[in-house]
């Protein structure tokens, strides 16, 4: 396991304090991908706690600086639903402009996916709350180039780390994913921490370890 960061450990705690870290074999979560899993991390919870949000948007801000650029966006655009409230926070704290992204066009009205103004080429961040196998990164970013902006990197506050399409199908699309941290932090630290316990600890590491066929022995996605 390599050596994980203290932006990664920081993360990671927080994610377990506010337990945004689930964890239910009995009864596994679905994922938006049609995925099955017995761990879900819902990071829809930090908005609800101030001080963890706070530290939590500084450290984005940060990678985002350190990695991105300090001069190298536009405008930072969220994706719906829990991308919002993140993509507002990460603006202001940068003084940019900030839009969101429909799932799919509102279908009447403007019929827009994108929302807010976007001037023609602006190099827009797209942020996301979370990314398991990048399929919700790639609709996003297909709406904001089709809409003229230009999207070369996303940025998530947890990133499962174990579905290598999430970096490969992105990447082929000329997209970089940033992210916190990623499952292989959170076990580290959930082991350190006794969050888990040891068979539970079993249990999570051999999913990730072999995610598909965890799923796919329950009838769910798995490729
Ligand atoms: O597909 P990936 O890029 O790996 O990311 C996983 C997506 O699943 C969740 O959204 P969900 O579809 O549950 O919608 P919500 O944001 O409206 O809750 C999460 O917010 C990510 O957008
Ligand atoms: O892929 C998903 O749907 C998903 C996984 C997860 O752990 N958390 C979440 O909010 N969505």
Redesign the pocket.
Known sequence: MSKITETARTTASILMEIEAVLFRPEDPFT???GRISPVYVD??KIISFPRARAKLMDMAVELIQRDIGYESIDAIAG?????IPFAAMIAERMGLPMLYVR?KPKGFGRDAQIEGYMADGSRVLLV??????????LNFVEAIRNAGGKCDHTFVFFHYGIYPQ?VTDLAKEGVTLHALATWWDALKVAEEKGYLENDNLVTVRSFLSKPNEWSKDRGGKAD
């Open positions: 994922f938006t991908s990071c829809r994706g719906e639903t829990a991308g799932k996301e709350d979370l990314a398991t196998d990048g399929g919700s990164k999430s």
